[in-house]
């Protein structure tokens, strides 16, 4: 729009002489800078390649397009009648044309970016795997949320278990190294140290029941003293009576909420520290903390569930003391700052005192495919017939 002039004054010889002055070449300047934004703006939409290739008309991005032709329609045919066709000597009158024809260009295409990234599309499956435990989950920006409460001492306490098992082992199932080579008490060659891990894992692989009835047996145990922790909670909350001013014909003394509390925690708290002790929960509900919770739960009338759904919950309750920075560090070959690629693995390992003491979170990448999805449809009648055999 700018150069037709020039092209004009080219073309025809009694085409006014162009003059541009202080206002038109700050304009032109202001011309320079919102083309390259535009450009930016061009690449962001329709250079960029798409997830996936659809058998249909992509609705906001067709209306988007049709209404910039309509602008540029709109602009060109009011510059060629108003500058052209009456032979206007300005030059300042086409700059400003151009740029408020760049201007709206610019505010539609913005307008279309911000669209696109509220739309957040997804180009990558981040899979977190959580160390030791191995938990994963899809998202990394949800692990806070979306991941269990790890607890340390149930670990700790299998772990334990598993040494302590094996420390009972009979001294037949155990191996006896003799030096006969002289190579020393303290020295194994190559060969002797492959037979014996060898030997090590055929053993392991034999002791794959004693750990299956192990895992069996903890777990009915964990059942029965959960589910007989549910039926003394409700039996306990079976046997208190809301009352209030006009409630009439009850029976017995009334107590206050915190005094009703202590009493039913009295008649629930050996199977609920058989409970938390299997589950290695103590830690995590303080004897303080559980009779607050049950004070509350017996205010608002809530059920035996309710109270119990706090100790079988895969998330522990909130601390008293405030976690109000929680430090990791990032463990990657390559730098923190590079992009995210396909196959990209990192690990970030957790620094906090409190919670997730140990965890480790080991993060891998991999890139969605583009989805090429195709229209088929057969025009042929289906027919159906009944097999003499199936």
């Not at 692990?143 to 409460?149: E, K, M, P, Q, R």
């Not at 001013?245 to 107590?255: F, I, Q, V």
Request: proline share 4%.
């Amino acid at each position: 729009m700018i150069t037709i002039p020039f092209l004009l004054n080219k073309v025809e010889s009694d085409w006014p002489e162009i003059v541009c002055d202080v206002e038109c070449q700050g304009n032109l300047l202001n011309i320079c800078v919102k083309s390259v934004l535009l450009i930016v703006a061009f690449y962001v939409m329709f250079w960029r390649k798409s997830t996936s290739d659809m058998p249909r008309l992509y609705l906001p991005r067709a209306a988007f397009a049709f209404f910039v032709l309509f602008c540029l329609f709109a602009f060109w045919l009011f510059f060629i009648f108003r500058f052209i066709l009456e032979r206007n000597s300005k030059y300042s009158i086409a700059v400003a044309y151009a740029l408020s024809l760049l201007d709206v260009l610019v505010f539609i295409h913005c307008i279309w970016i911000f669209y696109e990234i509220r739309q957040n599309r997804p180009q990558f499956i981040v899979t977190v795997t959580r160390d030791p435990d191995g938990e994963t989950v899809e998202i990394l920006q949800f692990y806070l949320t979306n991941f269990s409460s790890y607890n340390p001492y149930l670990e700790r306490s299998r772990r334990n278990d598993m040494i302590r098992n094996k420390a009972n082992l009979p001294q037949s199932s155990r191996f006896k190294i003799y030096d006969i080579e002289g190579f020393g008490q303290d020295s194994l060659n190559e060969a002797s140290a492959r037979a014996l891990m060898e030997a090590a894992a055929r053993q392991k692989m034999n002791c794959h029941n004693e750990r299956l009835y192990e895992e069996i047996e903890w777990e009915k145990r964990l059942k029965k003293r959960k589910y007989r922790l549910i039926g003394c909670a409700e039996d306990a909350f079976g046997y208190v009576q809301t009352v209030s001013p006009t409630t009439a014909n009850y029976r017995g003394e009334t107590m206050t909420s915190s005094k009703m509390a202590s009493t039913v925690l009295g008649g629930i708290a050996r199977p609920l520290n058989r409970y938390l002790k299997i589950t290695r929960q103590q830690p995590h509900h303080l004897p303080t903390a559980v009779v607050r919770y049950l004070d509350k739960c017996l205010t608002y009338r809530f059920s035996a569930r309710t109270f119990l759904q706090r100790f079988f919950s895969e998330r522990f309750p909130p601390q008293e003391t405030f976690l109000s920075e929680a430090k990791w560090t990032i463990i990657c070959e390559r730098q923190a700052s590079s992009d995210i690629f396909h196959g990209l693995e990192f690990v970030l390992r957790s620094h906090n005192q409190i919670t997730d003491v140990g965890v480790q979170l080991y993060c891998t990448f991999e890139s969605l495919p583009f989805l090429n999805i195709t229209e088929q449809s057969d025009k042929r009648v289906m027919k159906f017939a009944f097999k003499t055999e199936p």
